[in-house]
């Protein structure tokens, strides 16, 4: 049987001297990062060639760390941690060679998103059980949500894995290997899919999932951000004005705002992946979506801020891997097809729709909802690209 890659994130509990472990990795992983950027910014300035992320390891071992015996603690952290941070370097430096993205940046602590890399070298380095995780350089470590990883006694393997911290939780997340089961062909006929910000989801099928950021929980929790804010916001201008506001009580007005952005972030994914769970569950033969233009949409002020909430990159990214799990085609329509000016019936462009038009009105008589039109055009598109 063929096998298949697939990741799982789940949350641990690691103990007081794990976690010392994992906050030092962390660093470690985050200095070397860094270092190499520095490394060879200078390089490029004094106008000498660009060091790879080997050649970078092999002068690091060989040159820098005997010669700045004050550096030595870098050789206490996973070795593969380290690699990996330089690894991550190099790939952030090609992509702004190639012009796909801008150059890189410095981590910061406590801003960025750095993680511990570890990867299965022997059948004993990475084990899992119902109640707990061996994670090399850690040891055992009990997961929260118990039985959610499948067990190593059950024939999975281990393939990967990362360790990361968010809002003072930890976390672990393994790329293992389970079993091909998806299906070769499926019965049901193909839908499209129009993403907005009225409502987050139309399906050519007639189902419409609602804008989550519109409900009262979220706006709630939204006010609750701002007034957090607002108090770390005051205390960093006491500090400055020389007024007693000791350096302990940001850090936890700090740690309350990361714990509101995170139970955010929590709630729209899980919106996410039970969104996506019910398109999957129609069993389509295809999916159509449109490749939107993010970047473009967030440089419009006033909707900045609903597009980046609406997370329409991690849905594409998560639709794509559940289509591939289950053997669904899903197709990309260019960004520049009209699916909300094509007539669904005549098929007419009608150039002059405004953003603000939500019925559709063709002089053919056709009347319908601007969304629910564009998922059925996008449904029937026949130019598109298989992801």
Known sequence: MRKLLKSFKTEINPTEEQ???????????????????????????????????????????????????????????????????????????????????????????????????????????????????????????????????????????????????????????????????????????????????KDFVIVSNGKTYKNINKSARLKKLEKKLSREQRSLSRKYENQKKGESTQKRNIQKQRLKIQKIHHRIDNIRTDYINKIIAEIVKIKPSYITIEDLNVSGMMKNRHLSKAVASQKFYEFKTKLLAKCRENGIELRIVDRWFPSSKTCHCCKHIKKDLNLSDRIFRCDCGYIEDRDFNAALNLRDATTYEVA
């Not at 976690?19 to 950027?37: A, D």
């Not at 090609?94 to 910061?108: G, N, V």
């Not at 890399?117 to 022997?122: E, I, P």
């Not at 059980?129 to 959610?148: D, F």
């Open 19 to 197: 976690k010392v472990k994992i906050r030092k990795t962390i660093g470690t992983c985050r200095f070397i990062y860094n270092f190499y950027l520095a490394h060879n910014k200078e390089l490029h300035e004094s106008g000498k060639k660009f060091m790879s992320s080997s050649q970078f390891r092999v002068w690091l071992n060989n040159e820098f760390l005997p010669s700045h015996p004050e550096y030595s603690w870098i050789k206490e952290a996973y070795s593969k941690s380290v690699t990996q941070a330089v690894n991550n370097g190099q790939t952030a430096f090609e992509k702004f060679f190639d012009h796909k993205s801008a150059f890189p940046k410095f981590k910061k602590k406590g801003r960025s998103d750095v993680k511990i890399y570890f990867v299965r070298n022997n059948p004993k380095d990475c084990l899992c059980e119902r109640h707990r995780i061996k994670i090399p350089s850690l040891g055992w470590v009990r997961i929260k949500e118990k039985g959610y990883i499948p067990t190593t006694k059950d024939g999975y393997v281990i393939k990967s894995g990362h360790v990361s911290i968010k809002a003072d939780r930890y976390y672990v997340s393994v790329l293992i290997e389970i079993p091909d089961k998806r299906i070769a062909s499926n019965s049901g006929e193909g839908i499209g899919i129009d993403l907005g910000l």
